[in-house]
T-cell receptor, first 113, second 118 residues
Framework: LAKTTQPISMDSYEGQEVNITCSHNNIATNDYITWYQQFPSQGPRFIIQGYKTKVTNEVASLFIPADRKSSTLSLPRVSLSDTAVYYCLVGDPSGAGSYQLTFGKGTKLSVIP | DAGVIQSPRHEVTEMGQEVTLRCKPISGHNSLFWYRQTMMRGLELLIYFNNNVPIDDSGMPEDRFSAKMPNASFSTLKIQPSEPRDSAVYFC????????????????FGDGTRLSIL
């Protein structure tokens, strides 16, 4: 069973900021939230990771509210090369002794010229 | 630096045949993960190892699937006998830590093996 919920798809024009939100109601106290990007015929690639508030790197920003039940990946000024599937990943809080790693269904972002 | 290396990149075989997928993790990483990706089910974790020891194989779909990690630089995922419903892309990933420490140590994925069982 998927532990996260994301929009299935999003469209955006080049140059716009894109925000993708992931819901993770059962996130555990020690869990971090990690986002991956996947291009066709490639493995997922790490984008950003955070625990709370805001994290920013050269690629994206991650916003996490105080209750940590959701997170928003923000991609500034997207280009055609940002067209990919974006996955939200959190730890499974029921995994005592058996830590399941669960990817969301992913959000397919299509950037339009 | 070399990333996670998987072989073969593509495999086409007939049902009933044995299939062996191979993975070389990033040097120094002590955890290794096997995933399967299909359109219907997305990315599923099959099994993961820490320090060459299988920690959790509850994601392995059937006894036809087995995985080994004889040393820190090599792992195999074997399907015997293979069936058409095993067709998928199989990914190997490695990471520097084991859950729950993984939470702060992202995994690095290979480019996968696209498996087609006829």
């Amino acid at each position: 069973l998927a532990k996260t919920t994301q929009p299935i798809s999003m469209d955006s024009y080049e140059g716009q900021e894109v925000n993708i939100t992931c819901s993770h109601n059962n996130i555990a106290t020690n869990d971090y939230i990690t986002w991956y990007q996947q291009f066709p015929s490639q493995g997922p690639r790490f984008i950003i990771q955070g625990y709370k508030t805001k994290v920013t790197n050269e690629v994206a920003s991650l916003f996490i509210p105080a209750d940590r039940k959701s997170s928003t990946l923000s991609l500034p000024r997207v280009s055609l090369s940002d067209t990919a599937v974006y996955y939200c990943l959190v730890g499974d809080p029921s995994g005592a002794g058996s830590y399941q790693l669960t990817f969301g269904k992913g959000t397919k972002l299509s950037v339009i010229p | 630096d070399a990333g996670v290396i998987q072989s073969p990149r593509h495999e086409v075989t007939e049902m009933g045949q044995e299939v062996t997928l191979r993975c070389k993790p990033i040097s120094g990483h002590n955890s290794l993960f096997w995933y399967r990706q299909t359109m219907m089910r997305g990315l599923e974790l099959l099994i993961y190892f820490n320090n060459n020891v299988p920690i959790d194989d509850s994601g392995m779909p059937e006894d036809r699937f087995s995985a080994k990690m004889p040393n820190a630089s090599f792992s195999t995922l074997k399907i015997q006998p293979s069936e058409p419903r095993d067709s998928a892309v199989y990914f190997c990933a490695s990471g520097p830590g084991l859950p729950p420490l993984y939470s702060n140590q992202p995994q690095h994925f290979g480019d996968g093996t696209r498996l087609s069982i006829l």
